[in-house]
């Protein structure tokens, strides 16, 4: 049954059910009034992702608060008013109070910054704005608030001794929100950074190559962000006489770290080499690829500036020093790992749904790492279960059998550690006028193995109108994807489902159909098969010997799940009482039989059983005499899907049949 697919994002108020009619609402306006109203508006905000109804035009941004001073965290809501605004921290309701204020356009003032201290609350964590009016409410994109700070230097600059012409390196390191400033001063005059032979970088490095007498001095570090600014230990420089002439190997003195960087930052990979003659840095990617050109800069004597990084510049890089004119070189290598925050490649779409039909969102997120999905219904996180289904990683969003119940705002969520975004798209359930209510007192009632018989009585409304009934059916434990239907005329109220499996739970829910739709589903209900033991088990045989015989069977394993196998058991057709039950396990196809009497004909019996009891038997006349070490082979017609079936022809009889007297 095709169910039809509209996705207009402004609903028709005519098509809804009264009693659903939010009070707000306007009677609604005559049919060509209505199309002259909607005309003007403008196109749907198509692949924006966020219903007309009710958006967000200002999502709160990631920031770093300096403490005891104000900071805003700012949203602002589009939608049919009235709209109300309010804000979560760490995913749990923010109180009004003196501390904050909700601004007029929805953003959030916090007054006084405070950091955890002595046990009163921090204003750190994450942050998100809510707006509500009466299609749904709506959750903003979490936004992080750290305090600004600024660490004591782990790692100050060290005393450095370099050769006239060499290199010199001084490193300090400090940790700071936002990342700190990293300046450099000697004796105590902040260096001049237009000379070529001093290179800083960012992550609080200064090379100086080229020594001479007078780069001697005493250097310090000087770190600063808007938490506060730090001044490291002095470390000293002395340059003393080259030893030039005399031969060096290359050698990499530092290489390139590993790096995790977020995409847009600019990337900083070092390599300081040094040697006599003075070698050549080059760079390149582990991986073969190239480097590029477009946002790549060499500082200094050789390291790398990537700007503006993406995802593609992740890799291995390597540096190497070479002696020139030779390939007498080394290398040294770092990683860059750049992350890129959840952004959405397809966004949920606003739709209406006749009620009882399935309603599908799909919501694609990309990012490095793969951002993880989640789906909020009116900001509450959306479980899966009953009818509501999430495939493909949250990807897609099922609601089957869609009721008043589930118009909302849904919302996919997609984060991953390099940020959050949010998009929506409202649900719209048309409840046409004059639909039967669901089919009531629905019943099951197992009947036999294979058959369940189905009752219910009519519908409380408009059951004039029904034309007809359908039956769901599907196995209690399958998908509902696998379910079918049952067509049954209006003059009943009752069905009976045949051609089921027994033991086997069944569930059940019906529909009554009019010629403008369907009605709601009534409440599903379940009922088992009744249980029966199997049916005979095919059965060949072939001898092996004068005194031995094969007894083959196809194996049967779903037996033992129903606490069942095989028994077997013989005898020489003369004697009164069989030998067995011999019991064999499902999984067994095969028996033999040996020691025989050649001069008997014997018969054999095998049966399957479960809990329910033992199954017909299966029975063969098996005659040894005449049989030789010479066999020859022979495929009985009606029982070629079996297995071989060897022997002279007049030996064996078909099932039922005895040997001739
Ligand atoms: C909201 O209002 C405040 C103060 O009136 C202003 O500072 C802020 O920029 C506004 N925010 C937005 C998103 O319009
Ligand atoms: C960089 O990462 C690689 C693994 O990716 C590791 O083997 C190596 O030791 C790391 N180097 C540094 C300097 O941490
Ligand atoms: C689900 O995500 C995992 C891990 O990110 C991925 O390996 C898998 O291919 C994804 N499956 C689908 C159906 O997208
Ligand atoms: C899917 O969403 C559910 C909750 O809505 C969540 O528990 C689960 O981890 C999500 N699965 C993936 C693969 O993101
Ligand atoms: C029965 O006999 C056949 C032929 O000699 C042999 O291949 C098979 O393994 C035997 N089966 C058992 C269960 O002993
Ligand atoms: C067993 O055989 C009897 C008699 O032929 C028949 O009525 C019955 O249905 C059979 N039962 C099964 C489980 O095949």
């Not at 219903?51 to 608060?65: Q, T, W």
């Not at 936002?178 to 800083?200: A, G």
């Not at 060096?248 to 790096?259: A, Q, R, S």
């Not at 019996?605 to 005499?625: E, M, P």
Request: hydrophobic letters at 35%; one cysteine or more.
């Amino acid at each position: 049954m095709a169910e039809p697919r509209t996705a207009s994002p402004r609903r028709l108020p005519a098509l809804r059910r009264p009693g659903f009619l939010p009070p707000l609402l306007p009677p609604p306006p005559p049919p060509l009034l209505l199309l002259l109203l909607l005309l003007p508006l403008p196109a749907p905000s198509l692949g924006l992702g966020h219903s007309a109804e009710l958006a967000f035009s200002v999502e709160p941004n990631d920031d770093i608060a300096n403490p005891g001073q104000p900071i805003v965290l700012g949203c602002k809501v589009e939608g049919t008013p009235p709209v109300q605004v309010s804000w979560r921290k760490n995913g749990a309701e923010l109180p009004e109070g003196t501390h904050t204020t909700l601004l007029a356009n929805g953003s959030l003032l916090i007054h006084h910054f405070r950091l955890e201290q002595g046990g009163s609350p921090s204003d750190e964590g994450d942050y998100e704005c809510v707006a509500q009016n009466r299609f749904g409410l709506l959750v903003s994109r979490k936004a992080r608030l750290q305090a600004a700070t600024m660490s004591d230097f782990h790692v100050h600059p060290q005393a450095v001794t370099g050769e006239e012409g060499g290199v010199a390196r001084f490193q300090c390191q400090i940790h700071g929100l936002p990342k700190p400033l990293i300046t450099w001063e000697k004796n105590r005059v902040p260096i001049d950074t237009d000379d070529e032979r001093y290179t800083l970088l960012p992550k609080g490095v200064l090379q100086i190559t080229g020594l001479r007498a007078e780069d001697s001095g005493i250097f310090h570090c000087v770190a600063s962000n808007i938490a506060s600014v730090r001044v490291s230990h002095g470390a000293r420089l002395t340059v003393s006489g080259s030893g030039s002439g005399t031969y060096k190997e290359p050698t990499i003195l530092v290489g390139p770290e590993n790096l995790t960087l977020t995409v847009h930052q600019t990337a900083v990979l070092e390599c300081v080499a040094t040697g006599n003659p003075r070698p050549i840095v080059s760079w390149s990617r582990l991986d073969g690829r190239p480097i590029g050109v477009e946002g790549i800069q060499v500082l200094g004597t050789g390291n790398l500036i990537i700007s503006d990084v993406t995802v593609q510049h992740s890799g291995v890089y390597v540096c190497a020093a070479n002696r020139p004119g030779t390939r007498v070189r080394r290398t040294a290598q770092g990683r860059l790992v750049v992350q890129a925050p959840a952004e959405f490649v397809q966004h949920p779409q606003s739709i209406s749904r006749p009620a009882g039909t399935t309603a599908m969102f799909t919501c694609q997120a990309q990012g490095e790492p793969p951002p993880h999905v989640t789906w909020l219904k009116n900001g509450q996180v959306l479980g899966a279960g009953g009818h509501v289904r999430l495939k493909n990683n949250n990807s897609t969003l099922s609601i089957s059998g869609v009721g008043p119940e589930d118009e909302a705002i849904y919302q996919c969520v997609a984060e991953n550690i390099a940020g959050s975004s949010q998009a929506s798209a409202r649900l719209t359930v048309l409840w046409a006028e004059g639909l039967p209510g669901p089919p009531r007192n629905v019943r099951a009632v197992s009947v036999s193995s294979t058959e369940v018989r189905v009752s219910w009585s009519e519908p409380l409304a408009h059951t004039k109108e029904i034309i007809g009934y359908v039956l769901h059916i599907r196995k209690a434990a399958d998908s509902p994807k696998l379910e079918y239907q049952e067509a049954v005329s209006k003059s009943t109220f009752q069905h009976l489902v045949r051609d089921l499996e027994p033991s086997t739970a069944y569930s059940f829910y019906i529909k009554a159909y009019t010629p403008r739709g369907a009605s709601l589903a009534s409440v599903p209900t379940l009922a088992s098969t009744l249980g029966e033991a199997p049916v005979p088990p095919p059965l060949s045989v072939r001898l092996l010997g004068s005194s031995s015989l094969q007894l083959l069977w196809k194996p049967w394993p779903r037996l033992a799940q129903h606490n069942g196998g095989f028994k077997l058991f013989y005898r020489p057709v003369s004697a009164t009482s069989f030998t067995g039950p011999i019991l064999l396990p499902g999984t067994v196809s095969s028996y033999n039989l040996s020691q025989l009497d050649p001069s008997t004909v014997y018969e054999v019996k095998l049966l399957a059983y479960n809990q329910h009891g033992d199954g017909n038997a299966t029975v063969r006349f098996v005659s040894l005499k005449g049989a030789s070490e010479d066999r020859h082979c022979y495929r009985h017609p009606h029982r070629s899907h079996l297995h071989h079936l060897l022997r002279p022809l007049s030996s064996v009889w078909p099932e039922g049949q005895g040997p001739p007297v």
